[in-house]
């Protein structure tokens, strides 16, 4: 039997939702392909992916925009879900981005609002108690987390006390399965929803090429894409949400079907065994910080400009440096290989350069990186 809808907490969802980050630009906003994107929502609300995922951060804001208007008219059928960002985190501040939100969004409540990343420089009950106020407002129905490692999710758990969590979400797909350890399994003995972001390896599907060619072939034998293969992998798991981003129209015509058929319990086995990524253990000296292609973030390339955040990051890596401490426990850090060294390195960092820094002041070097290495 097909799994079309996620019962959780008397809400129902739709087995497959619409990721947003880079509808309406990344990080900063791009209004020139706006109606394309809103007609992509549509097109995938119309298909049945009536969950839909943004955030303040994403595009700047025109993210959700674009949200708004892709649900005009229909707000009833879907679920709106967005998120505060880190440096947003104090009451007042957080105050103003939900009304901010539900302003850009022209809605009067968003269905679910989740703190995007935490941050360790202000205090989480702080957060939580405007969180909740928020809730007896009536702004939103559920409140929801992002990032955050299990002990933190606990404590979170604690302090919300009889107020129920609704959804953690985290990185989830064929590359990074690190959630499966324990996250996903606790999000199921605590009925809330795990979402499951870049559940497409942000369309790497999985991030070597060797696991792309063992998931082409099981995806031939079934007649379906390697991405439907890759998300009705992730969304065998209860209570599993994915929410891929899509705008070409085959992308969210396959996204849609993709759990139509659920994969037998052999071929779940073979994916688990033939697709398995292990985090290793690098020596931090051979990582090269190098800076983001997108320009985004600013990089720092010494560890001295690291520990006195001279861009001014918030959370800081000293910051996220004690957070690693006290929970032992790191997002593993993404790294590509160098062909022929340079310099005594023998990667260069591709994403978490902030954690990266976190890591080593965390440890004073001592402790080697947990890292994922993609070709
Ligand atoms: P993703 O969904 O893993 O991958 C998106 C990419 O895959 C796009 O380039 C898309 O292309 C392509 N794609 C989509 N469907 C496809 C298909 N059927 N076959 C082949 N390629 C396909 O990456 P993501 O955007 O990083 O993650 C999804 C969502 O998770 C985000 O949009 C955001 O809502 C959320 N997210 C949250 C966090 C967080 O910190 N909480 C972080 C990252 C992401 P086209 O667009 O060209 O169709």
Redesign the pocket.
């Known amino acids: 039997m097909s799994r079309t809808a996620i019962s959780i907490q008397n809400e129902s969802i739709s087995c497959i939702g619409q990721?947003?980050?880079?509808v309406g630009g990344r990080f900063s906003a791009d209004t020139s392909r706006d109606a394309e994107q809103v007609h992509a929502l549509q097109q995938g609300i119309e298909l049945g992916m009536t969950f839909i995922?943004?955030a303040e951060v994403y595009g700047a804001g025109h993210s959700e925009e674009l949200v708004g208007r892709a649900v005009r008219g229909r707000r009833d059928e879907v679920c709106l879900a967005s998120?505060v960002s880190p440096e947003h985190l104090s009451p007042v501040d957080l105050m103003t981005s939900c009304e901010e939100s539900l302003r850009r969004m022209r809605v009067d409540h968003l269905n679910l609002y989740q703190i995007?990343?935490p941050n360790p420089a202000v205090p989480l009950d702080e957060t939580l108690e405007a969180m909740v106020r928020l809730r007896e407002q009536g702004k939103i129905r559920h409140l929801g987390v992002?990032?955050f490692s299990l002990p933190e999710l606990k404590r979170i758990q604690c302090i919300l006390g009889s107020v129920p969590l609704f959804s953690v979400?985290a990185?989830y797909?064929l590359f990074e399965r690190g959630a499966e350890e324990e996250i996903i399994p606790w999000c199921a003995r605590n009925g809330m929803l795990f979402i499951a972001?870049?559940?497409?390896?942000?369309?790497r599907?999985v991030g070597s090429a060797v696991l792309r060619k063992r998931l082409s072939a099981v995806a031939g034998r079934l007649g379906c894409?390697p991405?439907q293969v890759a998300l009705n992998f992730l969304s065998s798991r209860e209570p599993v949400l994915t929410?891929?981003?899509?705008?070409?129209s085959n992308?969210i015509r396959?996204?849609a079907t993709a759990c139509d058929i659920p994969l037998p319990a052999p071929v779940l086995e073979e994916i688990d065994r033939e697709c398995r990524v292990e985090t290793e253990l690098v020596p931090w000296r051979h990582i090269r910080p190098v800076p983001d292609k997108t320009g985004d973030h600013a990089v720092y390339t010494l560890i001295e400009e690291a520990r006195a955040n001279l861009a001014g990051h918030s959370p800081s890596a000293q910051d996220l440096a004690m957070e690693i401490v006290r929970n032992d426990h790191i997002k593993p850090i993404r790294v590509t290989p160098i062909t022929g060294g340079d310099g005594g390195f023998r990667y260069d960092l591709a994403e978490g350069r902030i954690r990266f820094w976190a890591w080593v002041l965390a440890f004073d070097g001592e402790r080697d990186v947990p890292v994922l290495v993609r070709d």
């Not at 990721?19 to 880079?22: L, T, Y």
Request: hydrophobic share 20%.
């Open positions: 990721g947003c980050m880079g995922d943004t998120k995007h990343w992002s990032n979400q990185e797909n972001y870049s559940p497409l390896d942000q369309g599907v894409t991405s929410i891929p981003k899509a705008l070409r992308h396959e996204n």
